[in-house]
């Protein structure tokens, strides 16, 4: 499909060729729960847990005799049922991450850029270069372009001048083509690619 370009003021600066394969299919939002669980889980720290009966110190020696108490018959003060005992069924330290295969992750960013060509919320620019790293003037830019929550996929590495001026922007993500990923791209409300990463993606899912 042919789509337009602009520079990152939002004047217009050409066009290019993008592929049906990648920006021109069907969003399944399924694909995309999907990715954006597995994403989630595996960056969960899964590092709560709570003191078992197995964690507590304290003595194991019987409590009182068996009979005659009138009370029940208890062996450990280590036991749920006391003021400082562990707790029954606790959460323990573990991993929340889950498998997906590879070929379904890949799809799933196939149908999330898709989705955001899709809504409208696709921004190709030519480059992502500025003559200087200021955030203000950035900003005037990106308020020519009404640009305000965006995530900001550069080439291999982004221009060092582009990054220092965007990292004070806090609805603004700049990332590297190695760095994109189905969450990022559906959490923010406009995708801009530049023209080298367009160029990578299309390579990546040749």
């Known amino acids: 499909m042919k789509f337009d370009m602009t520079s990152i003021d939002g004047s217009s600066a050409g066009s290019l060729e993008l592929s049906d394969a990648v920006f021109g299919l069907e969003p399944r939002a399924d694909l995309i729960a999907r990715m954006v669980r597995w994403q989630l889980a595996k960056r969960q720290a899964g590092t709560h847990k709570t003191l078992g009966r197995a964690d507590i110190h304290r003595t194991g020696k019987k409590m009182y005799k068996q009979k005659g108490?009138?009370?029940?018959?208890?062996?450990?003060?280590?036991?749920?049922?006391?003021?400082?005992?562990?707790?029954?069924?606790?959460?323990?330290?573990?991993?929340?991450?889950?498998?997906?295969?590879?070929?379904?992750?890949?799809?799933?960013?196939?149908?999330?850029?898709?989705?955001?060509?899709?809504?409208?919320?696709l921004v190709v620019w030519e480059s992502a270069h500025l003559e200087e790293g200021k955030t203000k003037m950035l900003r005037v830019s990106f308020e020519k372009s009404a640009l305000k929550n965006a995530l900001i996929i550069d080439g291999v590495e982004p221009k060092t001048k582009f990054a220092v001026a965007a990292r004070n922007l806090r609805e603004i993500d700049v990332l590297p083509i190695q760095g994109v990923n189905v969450y990022d791209i559906m959490r923010r409300e406009k995708l801009v690619l530049t023209r080298a990463a367009v160029e990578a993606l299309e390579a990546r899912f040749k």
Not at 72 to 87: E, I
């Open 69 to 121: 108490t009138g009370g029940a018959r208890h062996g450990s003060a280590r036991v749920p049922q006391f003021r400082g005992g562990g707790r029954a069924m606790g959460p323990v330290v573990r991993s929340h991450a889950h498998d997906l295969p590879k070929k379904v992750r890949a799809l799933a960013l196939r149908h999330a850029l898709s989705a955001k060509v899709r809504a409208g919320g």
